[in-house]
């Protein structure tokens, strides 16, 4: 290197660090480059304050309709005759209602015979190539 005469008087120099706090400079610096957002701090604020509204909803006693002991029997009675005749005979619902009703109009239960010829399909036996066909 040359002896520049400039270069030796600046390594002869010595920073003072008394003046310059680096973590407080930093600190400034990163505050100052933030700017203020409020619609994220305003959303927050809604959200809570809705939830809020939404608990005092749950908790607050709802009137409820009595009626009269007399009345739901006829009610009953008079939906069940309703949804039966709107029912298609061969729907499932339509047989659950004739089962209970037990009136007699299901047709009586055959056995059904099991084939001796065919294996028993088993969980983890092996795959024939038969079950594919």
Do not use: C
């Amino acid at each position: 290197m040359s002896d520049d005469p400039l270069i030796r008087q600046l390594s002869k120099l010595t920073p003072d660090g008394a003046a310059l706090d680096r973590d407080a400079l930093l600190f400034a610096a990163g505050k100052a480059s933030a700017r203020p957002n409020r619609r994220w701090m305003a959303l927050a604020g809604t959200l809570a304050a809705s939830q809020m509204v939404v608990l005092g909803l749950f908790l607050l006693p709802h009137a409820r309709e009595v009626m009269p002991a007399s009345v739901l029997p006829q009610m009953v009675a008079a939906n069940a005759d309703e949804s039966k005749a709107a029912l298609d005979p061969s729907s499932y619902l339509a047989m659950r209602a004739r089962l209970l009703d037990d009136d007699g109009s299901l047709p009586p239960l055959e056995p059904v015979a099991a084939s001796p010829d065919e294996p028993p399909l088993r969980a983890f036996g092996p795959l024939s190539p038969e079950l594919f066909n």
